[in-house]
T-cell receptor, first 115, second 110 residues
Framework: GAVVSQHPSRVICKSGTSVKIECRSL??????MFWYRQFPKQSLMLMAT?????????EQGVEKDKFLINHASLTLSTLTVTSAHPEDSSFYIC???????????FGSGTRLTVV | TQLLEQSPQFLSIQEGENLTVYCNSS?????LQWYRQEPGEGPVLLVT?????EVKKLKRLTFQFGDARKDSSLHITAAQPGDTGLYLC??????????FGKGTRLSVIA
């Protein structure tokens, strides 16, 4: 089946630095990818929709200048958390539509800890 | 945004017990999906229900879509520790991102 590869799985960074998370679609092209954030004991919250070759669409309350999304190819979308702060510590997950119908596949997530 | 209510929010049961979790809304859905997420992983699709009144079975899991396509339930028979996880429902129109309910966090104790 369709696989979305997400890296890194875990990252610890210092406050004020930036972190890049990558999501790659393996064996299929993903014109659209979605980015979610999940705090402990909570559900997934949609952050933004990433479209290949165009600007991402951000959900209300998500700072586009802080969470930079780039979808430069049909198989790669990246999320960069800029000037990270401890409150940005969370589990970030990407997802891609896997063709027609109802298919969505999720990456395995990135645990970000900002110290 | 279609508001989804999932209940219960938390559920802790003994191995071998049966349970039902619910996903309700005031909106009508063209389809709805159930996912299970284990700690430190992304969600994994369990089922998609499309037709009002539809019942789908996946081993010990039984999914039902309400006749009016506004609600759905997931029933687990003889729960096992491997069923532990966060169960999420989301409407799926096929063209928009999945927006999840708050989920039911299930813990099955051996």
């Amino acid at each position: 089946g369709a696989v979305v590869s997400q890296h890194p799985s875990r990252v610890i960074c210092k406050s004020g630095t930036s972190v890049k998370i990558e999501c790659r679609s393996l064996d299929f092209q993903a014109t659209t990818m979605f980015w979610y954030r999940q705090f402990p004991k909570q559900s997934l919250m949609l952050m933004a929709t990433s479209n290949e070759g165009s600007k991402a669409t951000y959900e209300q309350g998500v700072e586009k200048d802080k969470f930079l999304i780039n979808h430069a190819s049909l198989t790669l979308s990246t999320l960069t958390v800029t000037s990270a702060h401890p409150e940005d510590s969370s589990f970030y997950i990407c997802s891609a539509r896997t063709g027609g119908g109802y298919g969505y596949t999720f990456g395995s997530g990135t645990r970000l800890t900002v110290v | 945004t279609q508001l989804l209510e999932q209940s219960p929010q938390f559920l802790s049961i003994q191995e071998g017990e049966n349970l039902t979790v619910y996903c309700n809304s005031s909106s009508v859905f063209s389809s709805l999906q159930w996912y299970r997420q284990e700690p430190g992983e992304g969600p994994v699709l369990l089922v998609t229900v499309v037709t009002g009144g539809e019942v789908k079975k996946l081993k010990r899991l039984t999914f039902q879509f309400g006749d009016a396509r506004k609600d759905s339930s997931l029933h687990i028979t003889a729960a096992q520790p491997g069923d532990t996880g966060l169960y999420l429902c989301a409407p799926n129109s096929g063209n928009t991102p999945l927006v999840f309910g708050k989920g039911t966090r299930l813990s099955v104790i051996a």
